[in-house]
């Protein structure tokens, strides 16, 4: 069984430009959530993707787009970057809904944006 | 406003001791915790979880209590060990509308050290 995966690891950017990030779900996972870590923070809800569709958005601009595709793997992508987006992206999974461990997520290791 | 609060930010503990971790919340309408464990340059990885209809919850070395009244959770580590030094973090789920929105709300977590 593969984890979940996310590339690339590290990204440097600078202020104004366009990102996107990419993440591989976990085998048999239908449902993706990206998160953002700042630092000394606890991760922060950006939006969740079931069946490629928007499953829900948490306190972000719109500047902050995803989409997720057929095999339910995800992209991130954010525009007109501030210094304030520099931060741990992560990536995390979730299994089929009605089951019981639908609300674990299993994350992947992060990418980590610097934006100068 | 906070939901999740993690009060304090670090604990150090001795080798074969009990650690306990700490988690208040706010937001009544959380039905589902979880506690995950952080290492550097790693995603979070899960630990362990409880639904809002029970009040304990064992796996192995750990437990996690919810006193649902006090709106408070517990992590206990025993015995504690020295590859159990890391930042471990709570979250927390509510069903949102359709039953499909699992987001997690996470607090900013505490740094956990097991010294030999």
């Known amino acids: 069984e593969t984890g979940v995966t996310q590339s690339p690891t590290h990204l440097i950017k600078t202020r104004g430009q366009q990102v996107t990030l990419r993440c591989s779900s976990q085998?048999?996972?239908?449902?993706v959530s990206w998160y953002q870590q700042a630092l000394g923070q606890g991760p922060q809800f950006i939006f969740q993707?079931?069946?490629?569709?928007?499953?829900g958005r948490g306190n972000f601009p719109p500047r902050f787009s995803g989409l997720q595709f057929p095999n339910y793997s995800s992209e991130l992508n954010v525009n007109a970057l501030e210094l304030d987006d520099s931060a741990l992206y992560l990536c995390?999974?979730?299994?089929?809904?009605?089951?019981?461990?639908?609300?674990?997520?299993?994350f992947g290791p992060g990418t980590r944006l610097t934006v100068l | 406003d906070q939901q999740v609060k993690q009060n304090s930010p670090s604990l150090s503990v001795q080798e074969g001791r009990i650690s306990i971790l700490n988690c208040d919340y706010t937001?009544?309408?959380?039905?589902?915790f979880l506690w995950y464990k952080k290492y550097p340059a790693e995603g979070p990885t899960f630990l362990i979880s409880?639904?809002?209809?029970?009040d304990k919850n064992e796996d192995g070395r750990f437990t996690v209590f919810l006193n649902k009244s006090a709106k408070h959770l517990s992590l206990h580590i025993v015995p504690s060990q020295p590859g159990d030094s890391a930042v471990y973090f709570c979250?927390?789920?509510?069903?949102?509308?359709?039953?499909?929105?699992?987001?997690?709300?996470f607090g900013k977590g505490t740094l956990l050290t097991v010294n030999p």
């Open positions: 995390a999974s979730s299994g089929l809904a009605g089951l019981s461990s639908y609300n674990e997520q299993f």
């Open positions: 085998s048999g996972h239908n449902t």
């Open positions: 993707y079931y069946r490629e569709e928007e499953n």
């Open positions: 937001n009544s309408m959380f039905d589902y």
């Open positions: 409880i639904s809002s209809i029970k």
């Open positions: 979250a927390a789920s509510a069903e949102g509308s359709g039953g499909s929105n699992y987001k997690l709300t």
